[in-house]
């Protein structure tokens, strides 16, 4: 594929048919512990030695520059996580008929043949976490979620960084039930209006040339009727 604005942060793009597979050797272990009904808690634990990554990469060929994926040698991920569900009623006694949802992971990770800092897998969050309440009666019901995700810079090689900027989102919908075979559903989503950023950074001895690629953030609403005949 060819970019008409050739740069080294628009490269042009291209296959590479001497890939080799990644081969992954993994150890995954967790606890988990109910206490009463509908209520759980688990903590795991994951490790990852990985062998041929593949990864892609910038290099001016010729009078281009050109990007493709090329195999980086050996990566190491870790990454542990936290995981709660219950009723609330399981915490504070005659509480209303509240669910709560939540995880909590950290992530690490490091390529060999990347020189660091931040040379962690490109994309990988080093935090991420959820929360969800959701409430239901026979009448209506209502619920929301709020998800997280860190960012910041990664270096994917030599001369190559990317930035992603950290994601918070919060949905929410109510349901009401009008009948035995009707009910009405509102939606609201991405009720903070996040927006998206994006950069990429390509460094020499000669300068540094960036990209920035930002979307504003729009919340939305949905609104569906429902009927069963």
């Known amino acids: 594929y060819y ?25 995954d272990a967790a606890f988990e512990h109910y206490w009463t009904d509908g209520a759980m808690v688990s903590l795991s634990a994951t490790a990852r030695n990985i062998d041929n990554l593949i990864g892609t990469g910038t290099e001016l060929d010729g009078e281009r520059y050109v990007s493709r994926p090329s195999n980086r040698g050996s990566a190491q991920v870790r990454s542990l996580e936290f995981e709660a569900k219950f009723p609330l009623k399981a915490l504070v006694k005659g509480a209303p008929a509240i669910n709560v949802q939540s995880s909590l992971s950290r992530n690490w990770s490091e390529v060999e043949n990347v020189p660091g800092p931040d040379n962690r897998l490109n994309g990988q969050a080093r935090w991420s976490s959820n929360i969800g309440l959701d409430y239901k009666n026979p009448q209506w019901g209502a619920g929301a979620s709020f998800n997280y995700a ?5 270096r994917v090689s030599e001369s190559e960084s990317a930035y992603t900027i950290a994601r918070r989102n ?3 919908f109510v349901v009401y039930n009008l009948s035995a075979a009707s009910k009405l559903r509102v939606t609201a989503r991405n009720v903070l209006s996040t927006g998206r950023l994006q950069a990429n950074r390509y460094e020499t001895p000669a300068g540094v040339t960036e990209s920035r ?7 939305g609403w949905h609104v569906l009727y429902e009927t069963r005949f």
């Open 150 to 154: 860190s960012g910041g810079w990664t």
């Open 3 to 27: 970019n008409a604005f050739n740069t080294a942060v628009t490269p042009d793009f291209a296959g590479n048919p001497h890939l080799e597979p990644e081969l992954a050797l993994g150890l």
């Open 213 to 219: 690629d930002e979307q504003h953030g729009v919340a």
């Open 170 to 172: 919060l949905d929410a």
